[in-house]
Nanobody, 120 residues
Framework: QVQLAESGGGLVQPGGSLRLSCTASGSIFSLRDMGWYRQAPGQQRELVAVFTRNSSALYGDSVKGRFTISRGNAKNTVYLQMNFLKPEDTAVYYC??????????????WGQGTQVTVSS
């Protein structure tokens, strides 16, 4: 089994910053795409940022220019630096990883989510 450990959520004022991290552990041959999604109350889960297997970063339109995703040297950790936060960024942020437990098999693993609240 693979676990995703998320951290870094919390309460921040508008214009502030937070940094989220997500570390994958367990039975992993390799990881492919790994990144962050979010879901606000009453809304669908949406892409925030993904670091792809080709080392490219993809961002949702609403966070471009404010959020930056990066990957740790060990490749099993991703970070999401969130700057210039807005109240509309308030949501539960979920880490997602495409896990290859052994060659030929791939599945999605989601973290439990971390709450980000932007409010004065």
């Amino acid at each position: 089994q693979v676990q995703l450990a998320e951290s870094g959520g919390g309460l921040v004022q508008p214009g502030g910053s937070l940094r989220l991290s997500c570390t994958a552990s367990g039975s992993i041959f390799s990881l492919r795409d790994m990144g962050w999604y979010r879901q606000a109350p009453g809304q669908q889960r949406e892409l925030v940022a993904v670091f792809t297997r080709n080392s490219s970063a993809l961002y949702g339109d609403s966070v471009k220019g404010r959020f930056t995703i990066s990957r740790g040297n060990a490749k099993n950790t991703v970070y999401l630096q969130m700057n210039f936060l807005k109240p509309e960024d308030t949501a539960v942020y979920y880490c997602k990883a495409e896990v290859v437990p052994y060659p030929g098999v791939v599945y999605d693993r989601w973290g439990q989510g971390t709450q980000v609240t932007v409010s004065s």
